[in-house]
């Protein structure tokens, strides 16, 4: 258990010194929200109707960009290799660096949200409920995300590969993420069974994605 | 404790690297690991540290922890030394004492050793090619475990560096460890062997 903490504690430490990649994604978030009302024009009705869509997959793209480095600087310097022959199973492992990302990726663009939110004229309740659904469904995001990252891990350029891959393992979160963000709008009670397909999409990726990764894991490091 | 391998062989794409190969390692003893390029040295290492698997045979630490595997109880220095650049030499060995389960006080002992300590706390980034080695190389104390395996530890090192990693080695060894060390370069060890693995053909013969 103290190894666990060790590794998420290096991990945040290392994404604060370097900085980068959670700057490159909470940037690549605000330049999407930004550009698309300018784009789309000044009519408020249509951005309150598309604002949560917006701002799911604007989320989804900026979390993808960092993404392919979850457990590149660690092949790169011989760290995963060590990280294999310590104490924790490379699931655990796998399951650290994807929490890892969450806290350094997932919680900060969620945190930028309600001010993003405030560009497409979204209502405290639509915030409330957008923000909600975010806080639950950006752990299956990072945790998906991983197995993903784990397979592409020698390919060059693998970002776009990962992307395509994972593709249709985001959908799920994706729809219900919105479903649940839309539902508070429509006061039809479309929020709460929504809310809570994804609080279990959630759920199962946190318990099943690190098996995937950690498989993927061992064929990259024979 | 005895390290045993039992007629291991592999398979690295496509070509036959390690065929037949046999032998025991006891106690205080370290096995110098020689052969020229592409002779499996490294295969036969990191089939050691359990990140590869043999195509045929199989390796066991008799009388070794049975709750874990043998690379869990073996100390795997590769050709990349597992040094993140923005911390500093102190967190980067830090780091690896608690994650490997090592006890707090390792750390400047470990440093000491391969003459760190006075580096403590630049990043390392800023080390040498031959400094970011020996921070590498301290990994083997900030835990305790019974084998190390060390492919071609001398690279970048120098005269003195090499001196204090044998120095390293041979307390190993007093202390009843065992070692495998993949060299090019005769490292005197107090008590080695030769393990001469074969060329391209793949064959294998013990010295």
Redesign the interface.
């Known amino acids: 258990m103290?190894?666990l903490i060790?590794?998420v504690r290096?991990d945040l430490?290392?994404a604060w010194?370097?900085g980068g990649a959670v700057g490159v994604a909470l940037g690549f978030y605000l330049v999407v929200v930004t550009l698309l009302p300018l784009a789309i024009g000044p009519d408020l009705n249509l951005l309150v109707r598309i604002g949560p869509g917006v701002l799911w997959v604007a989320l989804l793209l900026s979390a993808l960009l960092s993404l392919p480095r979850m457990f590149e600087t660690d092949l790169?310097?011989?760290?995963l290799?060590?990280?294999?022959?310590?104490?924790l199973p490379l699931e655990v492992v796998a399951a650290a660096k994807s929490l890892a990302h969450w806290l350094t990726t997932g919680v900060p663009l969620v945190v930028l949200t309600p001010l993003l939110g405030l560009f497409l004229n979204l209502g405290p309740d639509a915030c409330g409920a957008l923000v909600a659904s975010m806080v639950v469904g950006t752990p299956a995001v990072s945790f998906i995300g991983a197995v993903g990252a784990a397979l592409t891990l020698r390919a060059r350029r693998g970002g776009p590969l990962l992307a395509f891959l994972m593709l249709p393992l985001f959908v799920p979160t994706l729809v219900f993420g919105i479903e649940a963000a839309r539902g508070a709008d429509l006061a039809s009670g479309a929020f709460r069974p929504s809310f809570l397909i994804l609080a279990a999409v959630s759920l199962a990726a946190l318990v099943l994605a690190p098996l995937a990764a950690a498989a993927a894991l061992r064929v990259q490091?024979? | 404790m005895k390290l045993v391998a039992d007629r291991l062989g592999a398979i690295r794409g496509g070509r036959r690297v390690l065929a037949g190969l046999s032998f025991a390692l006891a106690a205080g003893e370290a096995l110098l690991l020689t052969g020229p390029n592409g002779a499996g040295k490294t295969t036969l290492i990191r089939i050691l540290a359990g990140l590869l698997q043999p195509s045929e045979g199989g390796v066991a630490l008799d009388g070794g922890d049975g709750e874990r595997t043998l690379g869990e109880q073996c100390h795997y220095v590769g050709h990349l030394d597992a040094v993140k650049a923005s911390l500093t030499v102190e967190e980067n060995a830090a780091f690896w004492c608690r994650f490997l389960g090592g006890e707090r006080g390792r750390v400047p002992g470990a440093l000491e050793a391969f003459g760190l300590a006075a580096l403590r706390d630049i990043p390392a980034g800023l080390l040498s090619a031959g400094q970011r080695r020996r921070l590498g190389l301290a990994r083997v104390l900030l835990a305790a475990r019974p084998v190390w395996l060390l492919d071609e530890p001398t690279v970048s090192l120098d005269g003195g560096a090499q001196a204090a990693l044998v120095a390293v080695v041979d307390r190993h060894l007093e202390a009843g460890g065992l070692v495998l060390a993949a060299t090019h370069v005769a490292l005197p060890f107090s008590r080695a062997r030769e393990l001469a693995l074969g060329g391209a053909a793949g064959a294998v013969r013990a010295a």
């Open positions: 103290s190894a060790e590794l290096r430490l290392l010194r370097e790169e310097d011989g760290s290799e060590v990280l294999a022959t310590g104490p490091l024979r």
